[in-house]
């Protein structure tokens, strides 16, 4: 029973990491290929962006969370050790790592430049949801 529970926990935290990376060359792609917003279509494509960094914060915090409910049955039931708990800090620290790295792109991309006042008010907008709700309202 302890190898399953240490491939559920670091399947897990590698999907954390696929979700990161994923998310990161989304973020990566976009500042990439709009310089700046300076249509309603780019803006689409913005508004789409934020939903999807948003959604994966969202499952971010299952995959990340889940690891720790795991390892904390593990240990209730006697299956892990507590010295298993490096099985669950050493991909945490490449999940920190690697969200570091990307949150500066994230705010990059958030200060996109755009064409005009009224683009640019839409995107402030975005980027107030993005940082400040759970789930796009747009």
Do not use: C
């Not at 999807?52 to 969202?58: D, N, P």
């Amino acid at each position: 029973m302890r190898e399953q529970l240490l491939y559920v926990i670091l399947g897990l935290l590698g999907l954390g990491v696929v979700n990161l990376l994923w998310g990161g060359l989304e973020l990566r792609r976009f500042q990439r290929e709009v310089r700046a917003i300076s249509s309603t279509h780019e803006m689409e494509r913005f508004k789409r962006l934020a939903a999807h960094q948003m959604y994966a914060a969202l499952a971010q915090i299952g995959l990340l969370g889940l690891p720790i409910v795991v390892f904390l049955f593990g240990l209730v039931r006697g299956d892990l050790r507590p010295t298993d708990v490096g099985y669950l800090i050493f991909p945490s620290l490449v999940v920190l790592v690697l969200a570091f790295l990307f949150k500066k792109l994230e705010g990059e991309v958030q200060r996109t430049d755009a064409a005009d006042e009224l683009l640019g008010g839409q995107r402030d907008a975005v980027v107030r949801t993005w940082l400040k709700r759970a789930l796009p309202d747009w």
